[in-house]
């Protein structure tokens, strides 16, 4: 990443040089193979950065690089990522659907949630997606296990559309529990339980009504800032009830679990309204 500074040198490559030293110092060798430098924002220059005079390679404009389990590209649009794990997840999902012969849709749900789920879970409130292919990518994974799951309990019978299927076998859909993931993270923000930086993404305005909070979103300029995390979930967390915002980030969590979020469907972003209405 790029800050400007009026030094010559940049800040990371005398953090870099700083490191070096210390491994050097203490017998460790670094994998240089095994480093990379993924450019952000249009005026970034793409300064050149060197270990041990050798030029670190950059990440290109066609790939991304994976750090803790997400994988990143230069325009932060997540549609790389997205088809990593549904690739992973699709291919658990049909292991799983033939390697176990039950026909107690119990089990095999839980197998789904169990294993399944997770991989396209994990960190969700970071890549949280808004383009419809990709929600839609993701949720094909649990409607194709949905569907194979009710074609071997009822071979004889027509398949019924996505949200009987969900209903049928109590499932939620994955486009729904990532919205709760957001609120569940951002609530804990709100009440101080976690204490990351939302550079300004939104302000909150104490009423003269007692326990009364008033959410404010801002404007962005770029669509990277307007899906990201403090700015999409500030959005939707504002017509949460008052009692919730009110409540220990615990009695949220599980409030949450029974809260219907499409009751406010008039009052959600437009592109968030088609796939409540879908689900």
Same mark, same amino acid.
């Given at each position: 990443?790029?800050?400007?500074? *009026? &030094?010559?040198?940049?800040?990371?490559?005398? @953090?870099?040089?700083?490191?070096?030293?210390?491994?050097?110092?203490? #017998?460790?060798?670094?994998?240089?193979?095994? %480093?990379? &430098?993924?450019?952000? #924002?249009?005026?970034? /220059?793409?300064?050149?950065?060197?270990?041990?005079?050798?030029? $670190? !390679?950059?990440?290109? =404009?066609?790939?991304? &690089?994976?750090?803790?389990?997400?994988?990143?590209?230069?325009?932060?649009?997540?549609?790389?990522?997205?088809?990593?794990?549904?690739?992973?997840? $699709?291919?658990?999902?049909?292991?799983?659907?033939?390697?176990?012969?039950?026909?107690? !849709?119990?089990?095999?749900?839980?197998?789904?949630?169990?294993?399944?789920? !997770?991989?396209?879970?994990?960190?969700?409130?970071?890549?949280? /997606?808004?383009?419809?292919?990709?929600?839609?990518? +993701?949720?094909?994974?649990?409607?194709?296990?949905?569907?194979?799951?009710?074609?071997? $309990?009822? /071979?004889?019978?027509?398949?019924?559309?996505?949200?009987?299927?969900?209903?049928?076998?109590?499932?939620?859909?994955?486009?729904?529990?990532?919205?709760?993931?957001?609120?569940?993270? @951002?609530?804990?923000?709100? %009440? #101080?339980? +976690?204490?990351?930086?939302?550079?300004?993404?939104?302000?909150?305005?104490?009423?003269?009504?007692?326990?009364?909070?008033?959410?404010?979103? +801002?404007?962005?300029?770029?669509?990277? *800032?307007?899906?990201?995390?403090?700015?999409?979930?500030?959005?939707?967390?504002?017509?949460?009830?008052?009692?919730?915002?009110? =409540?220990?980030?615990?009695?949220?969590?599980?409030?949450?679990?029974?809260?219907?979020?499409?009751? @406010?469907?008039?009052?959600? /972003?437009?592109?968030?309204?088609?796939?409540?209405?879908?689900?």
């Amino acid at each position: 990443m790029f800050f400007k500074n *009026r &030094v010559n040198e940049s800040p990371l490559q005398i @953090f870099i040089n700083k490191f070096t030293e210390y491994c050097h110092l203490n #017998g460790l060798k670094i994998a240089i193979e095994k %480093c990379s &430098v993924l450019y952000l #924002g249009n005026s970034n /220059p793409s300064t050149k950065y060197f270990i041990n005079d050798i030029v $670190i !390679p950059q990440i290109s =404009s066609e790939d991304s &690089v994976r750090d803790l389990g997400i994988h990143f590209s230069h325009d932060l649009k997540w549609d790389k990522h997205i088809n990593i794990i549904t690739r992973k997840a $699709i291919r658990c999902s049909y292991s799983i659907f033939k390697s176990i012969k039950s026909r107690n !849709p119990k089990i095999l749900t839980n197998l789904f949630n169990i294993y399944v789920r !997770p991989i396209l879970e994990f960190s969700s409130s970071v890549f949280n /997606p808004h383009l419809d292919k990709d929600i839609k990518s +993701i949720e094909k994974v649990q409607k194709d296990f949905l569907r194979w799951v009710f074609r071997r $309990i009822n /071979p004889k019978t027509e398949l019924p559309e996505y949200h009987d299927l969900l209903y049928y076998f109590k499932q939620e859909s994955l486009f729904y529990r990532r919205i709760k993931a957001d609120l569940n993270l @951002f609530h804990q923000h709100v %009440c #101080g339980t +976690i204490t990351i930086k939302n550079n300004n993404s939104y302000f909150i305005s104490k009423a003269n009504t007692r326990g009364f909070q008033n959410i404010i979103t +801002i404007a962005c300029n770029t669509k990277a *800032r307007f899906h990201s995390f403090f700015v999409r979930t500030a959005r939707i967390y504002k017509f949460i009830p008052q009692h919730m915002r009110n =409540s220990t980030p615990e009695h949220f969590s599980r409030l949450l679990v029974t809260f219907d979020i499409s009751q @406010f469907i008039d009052s959600l /972003p437009n592109h968030l309204k088609r796939h409540f209405c879908n689900f």
